[in-house]
């Protein structure tokens, strides 16, 4: 059930930014609150993993998985609107791939992003990276800016109204990304020793 919630979400997910492009009052406002319902998924569906015993690794990976879909499709399709600077997807998109290229590595041998197998083993790494604090702070962050920046340029509304939501969502989205780069960093630390232990392993296999 978790599984599906998240695959749910992802489609759910596309759905929006694709009528993100049908620019008018009724659509745009379909696409905040749906957009809400995503975010609420987002939290669903890690809930009702633990609720009903189905945490496991293939469910992790699958909830990371469903999170860089959606977060960088929207990161993307405000882009193409023209809503925010080339920067934000792009710091968004490579940390995306490099940690989560050393995550499979950490997967690889035994370790998941979160839970009781996280590779975070140092308190600051967990408290950064796997603490509810910390996820659930970047989870609202980028949820206010995806929300705002929807509805503040949704056509139809006060001009006024349309300027100040859409600064409020700019901020929530540098918030965002700086959350995104400082949840990465320990990731990058805490991998140096799966790089390692890999180098080792094929040292190993391939000896001299």
Aim: charged letters at 15%.
């Amino acid at each position: 059930m978790a599984n599906l919630i998240s695959l749910l979400r992802t489609l759910l997910g596309l759905l929006v930014v694709g009528l993100l492009f049908q620019h008018t009052h009724a659509v745009y406002l379909l696409c905040f609150g749906l957009t809400v319902i995503v975010i609420a998924m987002d939290a669903l569906d890690g809930y009702v993993a633990r609720k009903f015993n189905e945490a496991s690794k293939l469910g992790a990976v699958i909830d990371i998985l469903g999170d860089r879909v959606v977060e960088q499709v929207y990161w993307v399709t405000f882009l193409a609107l023209g809503w925010i600077p080339l920067w934000v997807p792009l710091v968004v998109i490579v940390r995306g791939i490099v940690v989560d290229g050393l995550r499979s590595m950490a997967f690889e041998q035994g370790y998941t992003a979160f839970g009781q197998s996280s590779m975070q083993q140092s308190r600051l790494g967990w408290l950064l990276v796997s603490s509810n604090f910390s996820r659930t702070t970047y989870a609202v962050a980028k949820a206010a800016a995806f929300a705002f920046l929807i509805l503040g340029h949704t056509p139809g509304l006060e001009p006024q109204a349309n300027s100040t939501i859409t600064l409020v969502g700019l901020g929530c989205t540098y918030v965002s990304v700086a959350f995104c780069v400082v949840r990465g960093l320990p990731v990058l630390v805490e991998g140096r020793r799966f790089l390692a232990e890999d180098a080792k392993q094929a040292k190993a296999n391939n000896p001299a």
